[in-house]
Structure formats: C-alpha cells, structure tokens
C-alpha cells in the first residue's frame, strides 16, 4: 500500500509527490493491467554476450528473443533494470557530475513487446502513462522521430493529437537505436520533458536541449538485425522502451537536477551527517553529487562480483571508486571513507537492505582499493614534492598534467599543496594539456598546430575597419589542417589580422567574404578561441592556400543593424533603471541582425501601461540622437564607478566602456555600436513577459525591422476594418457584436441538436439486443456532442440493469463515441478498458473510469466502416459475456 502522497504546487495545477519506488510501483502496475508480464531485471553483466561491457538497457536480457534464437513464452513484457553506462559504447561516467541528469548506473523502466503490438499501440501505452497515471501535462512534453519513420509521425499527429510545434525530425545519429556494434536496431521516437525556461534550452534540429528539455523515455522499434556492416529485417516487429527512473523521479518531485530526488538527498545527507565533523568539511554539492552516485554503483557492480582491477569491467569500477575517493579528498575527507558509508548506507536506507547478505565481503573490498589509491596518491605526492623543490615561481601546466594523468592527482590537490609553498601553478596551461590529450575538436587539435608552427594570435582590428588586408594562417577541413582548399567546401579558417567581430557579449558574429586572387569564400559565423578567430564558412568557387594575402570584407549592413540592436539593448537597460527600479538587474541579452531579446530581474508584474511608457521613454532618447563614444579603462576603477556590468562575465584588466551621450549610459562592452543613437530610428517592443520566477524578457526589433512590423500591424487592422466596413472608432464595438451574435446561434444551434436527440430518445430503446441475460444497446446520432450522449446513457441506467450501452455520432467527419456500464457490471467489464480496446485497432484516443469512458477520432470516413468495426465489436463483447 502506498503511503499518502505529498501534494505540490508546479506550473499551475497540483501534482502528485511521487517517491523513487512509487513511480517504479505505478510504472509496472500500469503495464501488468495492460496484459504485460512482469520479468525480473537481469544481472548487471551481459550473460553469453560478449559485444557488451555491462548491461547498458532494459532490453538486454531479451536480445535472443528480438533475433528469433529463443522461443517466446511471453508477447508482452514489462520489468526495471539496473543499467550500467561507465564503458564500452555507452559509457556516461565523463559526464557524471558534471550534468543534471548522468549517472554511471540508473534504473531503466521498459515494455517490451515481440509481435504483441507495435508502433500505435506503444505510443499510446506511453502517452496514457505520462498525462493520465502521473497527470503531467500535455504541454510540458515534446517529441523526436526518426525523420523517415512517417508512420510514428501520423501516430503523433493525428492518434494522439499532439501540437506540431512540440514534435521535430532527426536523422540516423539521434533517432534510430542501436544496442551495440551488432544488434537488434530500428527507428525511435522520444518523449522530453520541459522543467522550465529558467533553464536553458532549445528545442530545435540542433539537438541544442540543454538542462531545459531531458529525454525521458525512448521508444524503439526494432526491425532491423544489424551484423557484419548488414541491415537485415527481423523475423518479427518487436517494441523496445526505456524510461530513466531518475528522471522521470526529477520530474514527479517537482525538480530539474537528478541529484535532488529523494534517493540521492537521502544518500547525501548520510554523507554530511556522518563525516561533518571532519576538519574543514565543505559541504560541496557537486562532490556529493559524484560520491553518492560513484558509491550506489559501485557497491552493486562489486555485488554481482566484478572486482577492482586494470581491465574491462574491472577498470571500470577501479575508476569509479577512485573517481569517489578524489572528491572525498575535495570536500576534506582525508581518512579511508567509502567502506564506512557503505555499511551506514546499508544498515539506513532501505533500499539497499538486500545487500546485507554481502556486506562484510563489499565493504573489505572498498577499504582494500581506498588503501591501494591512497598508496598511489602518495606517490604523486612524492612527484609533487620534487616539482615543488626545483620550481621557484610557478608549477607549469604540463607538470600539473603529469600528476592528473600519470598519478591520478586532481588539479585541485595541487593547486591546495602549492599554496603552502607560496607557488602558483598554471591551471590555463594544465587545461590546455587536457584538450590536447582528449583531441575531440577542431580547437583541440588548434593547439597543436600552435605549438609545431607557431601560429599567432588573431589581432582584431574590428571596431576601426570593416575591410582589411589579412593573411591565412590555418585552413581546417573535417577536424583536418590542410595546406590547400579546393572546389566548394565548407571550412574554418584561422587570419592573422581580422576585421570580423566574434561572437560575444549575447552578439552574433558577422557575415561577409574573404576575397582572394583566386577565391572567394562566404563567412557564416565568426568565434574567438583563446585568441584564436574562427572564422566558419564555405568556398564558393577557386582554391585557397596557407600564407595566401586576401582581402577581408564585413557585410556592412549586417554589421550595421547588429550595431544598431545592440546600442538598443544599452538604452533599454538604462530606461529599465530609471521607471522601474535602480535594482533592475541585467541577466543576458541576444543580438542578431534581425531582432534583440533582454532578460533582466524584476521581481514585481508589469502591465501594459508600464511597458508603453518604457517604449516611449526609449524612443525619446533615441529621437535626442545622442553621441555613443568609447574608451579603456581598469576594472578596478570600473567597479568603483556607475557603469553596468554583468557581474558572472570575466572581464580583463583593461575593459573597453561603451558610453551614450553625456551622463547617460555607461557599460562594459565589447560588442559594435552606432555612432549615435538616432540611427537607430525607432524601436517597437514586441512583448514583455516573465520567463521564470522574478526573471522578465523584452523582445524588440528597431528601424527597418520595426518599421515592417508596424507597417503588418496596420495592414492587419485595416483589413478587419474592411471586413467590418467601419472606422476605427467603431472596430470594438463590430467585434463584441460578431461575438455576441456567435454565441447566441451557437446555443441555439446546441440546443436544436438537443431537441433532435430528445425526439429520437422515445424510440431509443426500442434498439437494445438481450444477449446472455444482458441489455446491449449501440447506436448511431445524427448530431449532437459528448455532453448529450452522457445524459442518455445515463437515463439509460435509470431503466435498466446489466446493461452496456454505445453511443456515437459521426458529423463533419469525425467520430464521437461514449460508453457506459450499469452499476451491478463494474466488476466484469471496465467502460475504460473498452474504449482503449476500439480504438487501438483504429487509431482513435478516449478514456474514463469504469463506468463512462469518451473518445474520439478525426477523418473517420476516409477509410473506416462503421457498420463492420461496431459488428466486430459486438462479437467481442458477446465472447466476454460467455
């Protein structure tokens, strides 16, 4: 029995508190009324399979059964599973720590199917669970598809009934699912979540998700084996799910990061209460993070018998208890800990209780590696002395690196010990060493170049020039240097001198071409690297080659309407502070060429008035057509004056200060700007909303932007008043009266429907079939709507017992249908079971309770009888009377 669920307040209607094992209870008890069996999760290492390091997805177990080896007893199957993702193809444990939502080992909710169902009816299952078993909303969830599989796309759209705007197409890398190098495989469509835009996000083809949209579940159709580099069809479809039980636990708790659901605060506040009262202890969330999940795994890994070693399953989990042990050693825990956590973690929480029987052997194996590691430590300890001994000044970055990669000792030890010897150490150096090493970019291998060829930095000579004679220094083809570029391609080159502003400051980077003797190449988008300006693009036609002079030309009117909006933003962060508050905090702004957004803090609402005056006061200023000018200043001196500044940015020493006329905006800036304000021209807001809690967002075009805005607006309204044929004055009052009149034929049109139905009800009875000591009674209305159908059913019950009762109407070609059951047969028929059953082989959507259940489908006469689906039906019912 469940204990009473906790009730919180998210995103404007009431959820259910639901515990880590609740949603797992739910999950299965869900799918086990659904005709699914219930299988126990499998062992965390593949048995008889060697193309696997751990069990990665709840769908290992029944590979044999996706390929036809084993027989089925089983069509439909549900189960949770312990899933390990720390090595192999599917290893996580780099991101562990680091995200919201990694873990090195999770619980993997799944059904599966082996020609039981397939794409409608798994969607369906998911969709039924998510918004009617947890009641999330609708809204809140979005989509994936694998941009071929059209089939899953018509499910979404027409069955479920989803926005379009939530669902997107991706291709091969993101939607079709593979288990291994070989393997079942097939397409797949996924279901996010949203937590909200006070995180950051988007969700679009650029798979850019961010901490805002999480996957929470994957559906997988399997139809493909995938052996030897070939794609061969299975013998039979089958459905592969899997939903991340601390996920879905983030989303039922009413949080956004993993690390905050119930089973991972419990497993953190046993770590505060037990080693607290170590000297210095730093209650660092994210090492709490690291150890609490590093300790959960491992002490499972070390129970299905994998021990610590220098290989496979072995190294993985050597890796993870030392990965612990280091952010021990972060928060100040000196002494030999996890083998007293895991006994505290065993003995008080009770979900690991069923690791007693193996408690003594788990915890001397934690204490035997702690000890080995610790040995390790003291040799980098060692190096680091004899470093600490022969540097007088500072520790390099490569030394520093040593340590990390050679001795397992963190940058952070380092730094800590070189501090007591009055040392530096050169931590930019030591990261640098790191990309160099992990090789997994085009900047990465930059810096290699850097170092063989000596490669200067960019010089940007922007703000003065929008022309300029630059030389190539690097051209980058695929992650490749290359001497020489030919034919069209797309590419980044690396000048020497460039005129092109980078990407910074909420600004996008300009546009333009690179004009050569022999080329010309299109610059898309502009970064700086550690100096390093890339410029991305494409060859239009010629070859280019390193040490090439070519003439460096910024499109100036993309440059300029950049300028523009970004002065803007400047203006509006000073007109903010002088009609709301000098406390208005900026939190991030956008620039393109087309529009600009602020973000700013303001704790209070604002209404239209308020964001009138804004604007007005805005373009006021504008109008004045005030001087902007610059100059370099300190940072110190800087923050010691009024002049705005994002407090999270690193600024330099020297920073550049963007000021507009004479004591009016002053902020550090190193965007482009107009040389006065009247070039702006005019500035139209487009909304001013709240984007999360005390956050607010103005959206704004300027000039020409603002101007074709302005000019739709008119259109628009001049267009209604045509239709109207009236003036302006008069435009209200034509449409309070076209609605008033609408509603009024809308109830009589309802109530004419009503009337028809009345009349027919007299003879309505006179249809019910006596079958088995049991009243049917299906029947088909011209018009009418659910609300009507209800109220017959229900005069219906008045009359009769042991009575199933189906009323529909087909008009505008769509289908209405209701179903009711008398009181006396709840306990042999469910009204809402037998509604899912009619529409699962029509693709149709509906649901109640057991009594009354409704539903619906659209363009129901294009390709469906009636007459046979309810014949069909009836013959099903009949059998299950008998």
Known sequence: MFCLFLLFFFDGVFMKFLNFYEIQFLFLDYFKKNNHKIYDGCSIIPQNDNSLLFTNSGMVQFKDFFLGYKAIRHKNITTSQSCIRAGGKHNDLSNVGYTSRHHTLFEMLGNFSFGGYFKNEAIFYAWFFLTHILFILKDKLFFTIYENDFESESIWFENVKINKKNLIKLGKKDNFWMMG????????????????????????????????????????????????????????????????????????????????????????????????????????????????????SASIMIFYGILPSNDGRSYVLRKIIRRAI???????????????????????????????KDIFRIEKIFLEEEVKFDETLNYGL???????????????????????DTYGFPIDLTVEISKEYNLEVDVEDFYKHMLLQKNSNDFNKFYVINNVFNVKNTNFIGYNFINYVSKIQQIIVDNKFINVLKNYCKCILILDNSPFYFESGGQIGDKGFLIGNNFIFFVENVKNVNGFYIHYGFLKFGYIIIGDYIKSCVDFNFRKRCSINHSSTHI?????????SENVKQLGSYIDDCKLRFDFLYNYSLNIDIVNKIEFLINQYILNNLF???????????KKKKISYLENDIYSDKVRVVYIGKNFSSELCAGTHVKSTGDIGLLKILSLSGVSSGVKRIEAVTAFSSLFVIQQKFYLIDSVKFLFKCDDLLLLNCVDNLILKNLFLFKKINKLKKDIILNIEKNLFNNIILYKNINFLIFQFITGNNILLKKLIDNYKNFYVNGIVILFIIEDNMLNICFGITDNLKFIFNADLLIKYFFIKIRGFGGG????SSGGMKKFNDFIDINIILNNYFEFLKRCVL
């Open 181 to 296: 190098n070989n393997g079942p495989c097939g397409p797949c469509t996924e279901i996010f979540y949203d937590h909200g835009d006070f995180l950051n996000g988007n969700f679009d083809i650029n798979c850019n998700f961010g901490d805002r949209y999480i996957e929470i579940w994957n559906l997988v159709f399997m139809e493909y084996n995938f052996f030897d580099l070939k794609m061969e069809k299975l013998l039979i479809f089958c459905v592969d799910t899997g939903m991340g039980l601390e996920r879905i636990s983030a989303v039922m708790q009413g949080v956004s990061n993993n690390y905050n659901i119930d089973i991972f605060k419990d497993l953190k506040n046993l770590i505060i209460k037990n080693f607290s009262y170590h000297t210095n202890f730093i209650n660092d969330s994210f090492s709490l993070n690291v150890i609490s999940d590093h300790l959960r």
């Open 326 to 356: 280091i952010h021990g050693k972060k928060i100040n825990i000196f002494d030999s800990f996890l083998y007293k956590l895991f006994k505290e973690m065993v003995y008080n929480l009770e979900y690991y209780n069923y690791l007693l």
């Open 382 to 404: 060692k190096k680091l002395n004899e470093i600490i001994f022969f540097e007088k000044k500072k520790i390099c970055g490569k030394d520093a690196f040593i340590l990390y």
């Open 572 to 580: 509006i962060n000073y007109v903010l502070k002088v009609i709301l």
């Open 628 to 638: 902007v000018h610059y100059d370099y200043i300190n940072f110190f001196d800087a």
């Open 849 to 852: 309770n057991h009594l009354y």
